[in-house]
Each structure stands twice: as C-alpha cells, then as structure tokens.
C-alpha cells in the first residue's frame, strides 16, 4: 500500500529536517529541536486554556498540565474528562507540540481535557512516564464534580507513545482498584516492544516514523535494564485484558505500528472488551497532525468525537 499523495507530501514535509537513524547515531537534543514547534495552521478556538500542575507519583515532582474547556461558563456536570498523553516516542514532544490536537478535541466533543506532561526518557526512564500520567488522572477523576464533568465519563486518550501510556493507565487503574476509566482512545500507539508484527517490517522505512526509529526509542525508554514484557510497558502482552474499558483504535494503514494495534484491539474483543478499529488508508504514523490539510485526519478526529460523545 501507499500513501496518498496528500499525505506523501505531509510526510516529506515532516521527514525534512528529522534525524534518521539511517543517517547514524540519534542524538535526544536534535530529535528534540526537530519536534519542537507547534502545529503552524489555525487552530480550534477554545475559551479557557490554562496551565496548572497536578500532584505527581509518590516521592516525585508535581506534574505540568494544560486544561482546555471549551465551555467553561456552560457546563452542565454531564461533558467528559479527556486525561490527553502526548506522543514523541517517550522522548520528545509536550504541551505546546500537541495543543492543536487537545483543542481539537476539545472543540470537538465539548470534553475538558487534562494534557499531561510527564517526565521523559532517557533522563526518567520507565516507568516514570506512566506513574505520572497515572497520577494526574487520579487527580483529575478525583476533581471531576468541581471541573464540571460527569466522574463516570472519565477517558484516558494518547497518540503513539502517548497511546501506550493511556492504554496502560486503563491496566493500572484496573489493576490497582483507582479511578474508574470509562473509554481508551488509542491513535496510532505504541503496544509492544518486540516490533515483530508484518507491518513492522512493510512499513520499516519510507513513512516518516521508522521502525529503527522505535527500536531507538524503545532503548530510551526502558534502559538497559528495562524489561519490555512488563504489561505496563507493553500493553499487549498482559495476560488478562478483561474488565478494561472499551477502547477505540486510530490505524494508519501505512504505519510500522499498525499490526500491533489490530492485535491489542482483537486481544481486547476475546476478553470481552469492545475495541473498535479504524484503519485509515493511505494514512502514516503522525497523519493526525494534517488536520486541516488532509481530509483523512479529519474524518478521523470527526469519528474520534462521535465515539467519544457516545461514553
């Protein structure tokens, strides 16, 4: 498969001026200044956006957050509680790089949503990240009657990297009795460390995000000694899936990732668990950051809302 030709000029645009591992050793600051800038288009207009800071893990800093209500004097205690992880292979990426996107969805679906800022690798390695979103969600569910939002309407959303993170926080928070998480959006996310799936090899190279570009972040994020069978880093190797929320997965069809999202999401319907698919043809790893540009990423934010409005 290919990519439309919309989405192959997006991606060079976005592959310009991107470290390639092909190219020799990845270097955290380049990466960093390379995905730096926020999205250049207008964007959603939303009536409150602030930045706060949230309790962080046990023995760990406050976390940074930014919170988008699109009616803040409106609200009726009846809209969702959107918790948003960032993408960025754990290592990049943060508050500013996915605004457009949080107000996207805010916009969208009249949702307030919580965007966390969490601790990132290689400096706070696995599982720092997770605790920390952890963290600002049980702070957010707790708040939930005083932000305006319905407690049981609480979601936990995240793209790639930030998708792994959401999706392991639903294990967590089942596993460890916490907040009551009503729906998992997953776009395009990161599920499991072994990269062996057929998509994984189809799609290796010539589609913005890389294959090598995962294995390296994979290394940042659990270090040498990190285990990536642990569930919490690798969602779709716990055992058992029951009991987690129903979940709604944004594939693009020409993504290394792809495979292992179809997976999860078939691991999520055995255990009984409704996991809905939509694989967006012609798409790429990242094809979320056209909206506006590219018809397919706003159908999928538009799908996205739908389902979200529906928890």
């Not at 992880?85 to 996915?98: A, I």
């Not at 599982?127 to 049980?138: G, H, I, K, Q």
């Not at 506006?292 to 979200?308: C, F, I, K, M, S």
Request: hydrophobic share 40%; charged share 20%.
């Amino acid at each position: 498969m290919s990519l439309t030709p919309a989405a192959r000029r997006f991606a060079d645009v976005l592959s310009h001026g991107f470290p390639d591992p092909a190219d020799g050793p990845l270097d955290v600051a380049a990466l960093r200044r390379a995905s730096s800038a926020g999205p250049a288009r207008g964007l959603p207009e939303v009536a409150r956006v602030s930045d706060a800071s949230a309790p962080g893990p046990p023995g760990a800093p406050p976390v940074p957050v930014r919170v988008y209500e699109p009616d803040p004097d409106g609200a009726d205690g009846d809209r969702p509680l959107i918790v948003f992880c960032h993408g960025g292979g754990w290592v990049m990426c943060g508050l500013d790089t996915h605004d457009g996107l949080c107000r996207e969805l805010a916009s969208r679906t009249g949702a307030l949503v919580v965007s966390v800022d969490y601790r990132r690798a290689p400096e706070h390695r696995f599982p720092c990240a997770l605790l920390d979103a952890y963290a600002v969600t049980e702070w957010a569910a707790g708040r939930a009657r005083e932000l305006r939002c319905a407690p049981s309407r609480v979601v936990v959303a995240g793209d790639s990297s930030g998708g792994n993170l959401a999706a392991a926080v639903a294990l967590m928070a089942r596993n460890a009795d916490g907040p009551a998480i009503a729906a998992q959006l997953l776009v395009y996310p990161v599920l499991d460390d072994r990269l062996e799936t057929a998509s994984a090899a189809d799609y290796a190279t010539g589609y913005f995000h890389t294959t090598a570009h995962m294995r390296w972040y994979w290394e940042q994020y659990l270090g040498p000694e990190g285990d990536g069978a642990d569930p919490y880093a690798s969602p779709v190797r716990a055992a058992d899936l029951s009991g987690l929320p129903p979940a709604l997965l944004i594939l693009p069809e020409c993504d290394p990732l792809r495979d292992e999202g179809r997976v999860y999401a078939e691991r999520l319907r055995e255990a009984g668990v409704p996991a809905e698919v939509r694989v967006e043809r012609g798409m790429f790893h990242g094809f979320l950051g056209g909206a506006g540009v590219l018809p397919e990423a706003d159908a999928a934010l538009g799908a996205a809302a739908r389902w979200l409005l529906e928890v």
